[in-house]
Antibody, heavy 120, light 107 residues
Framework: QVQLQESGPGLVKPSETLSLTCIVS????????WTWIRQPPGKGLEWIGS???????SYNPSLKSRVTISVDTSKNQFSLNLSSVTAADTAIYYC??????????????WGQGALVTVSS | DIQMTQSPSSLSASVGDRVTITCRASQSINSYLNWYQQKPGKAPNLLIY???SLQSGVPSRFSGSGSGTDFTLTISSLQPEDFATYYC?????????FGQGTRLEIK
């Protein structure tokens, strides 16, 4: 059973960089896509971006100028950096596996989520 | 971006009821449509992928249908554990986008 666990600071100051890591256990990070999704408190879900285990990335254009997603296959983990944060970036951040099938693509395994608050 | 619109935004129903939630895409997404259930304080959980395929371990009272721009999620007989928020999501093109959610409450 694949498990994902987010880790990182729960509080980030405005204008600084939010950094989170997702550790994958119970399976290899190789051969799959991995994604970050966020959810402001009480609101809906927003896709941030995805990465293939080779390092190929795709980002949401609304965040692209501030987002970097990277992967470390030796540690079976991937990471999110979001720069120049504001209060609008306060959210629960989820990592998930982005499964690509023959005629489908979906997020089948999710981490429990990490609440990140942007405040001075 | 492809806009996903769910209706209704909220719904009150009783245990045993048959419930249908609708999701409409702003352009055709073929069958690249997924449904997730989210309970308070928990991560979303995949229910249906590719519009109508039931994810392993999900009860058979959940079903999905549709293609193109119009999709439905049906719960055939509501159980107490089904009261949650439901999201549709398109995986046809980037950026991936979600519906705004449908909150299913106990009547």
């Amino acid at each position: 059973q694949v498990q994902l666990q987010e880790s990182g600071p729960g509080l980030v100051k405005p204008s600084e960089t939010l950094s989170l890591t997702c550790i994958v256990s119970g399976g290899s990070i190789r051969s799959y896509y991995w994604t970050w999704i966020r959810q402001p408190p009480g609101k809906g879900l927003e896709w941030i971006g995805s990465i293939f285990y080779t390092g190929s990335t795709s980002y949401n254009p609304s965040l692209k100028s501030r987002v970097t997603i990277s992967v470390d296959t030796s540690k079976n983990q991937f990471s999110l950096n979001l720069s120049s944060v504001t209060a609008a970036d306060t959210a629960i951040y989820y990592c998930a596996r982005d499964l690509k099938d023959i005629s489908a693509r979906y997020f089948d395994y999710w981490g429990q989520g990490a609440l990140v608050t942007v405040s001075s | 971006d492809i806009q996903m619109t769910q209706s209704p935004s909220s719904l009150s129903a009783s245990v045993g009821d048959r419930v249908t939630i609708t999701c409409r895409a702003s352009q055709s997404i073929n069958s690249y449509l997924n449904w997730y259930q989210q309970k308070p304080g928990k991560a979303p959980n995949l229910l249906i992928y590719a519009a109508s395929s039931l994810q392993s371990g999900v009860p058979s009272r959940f079903s999905g249908s549709g293609s193109g721009t119009d999709f439905t999620l049906t719960i055939s007989s509501l159980q107490p554990e089904d009261f949650a928020t439901y999201y549709c999501q398109q995986s046809y093109s980037l950026p991936r986008t979600f519906g705004q959610g449908t909150r299913l409450e106990i009547k």
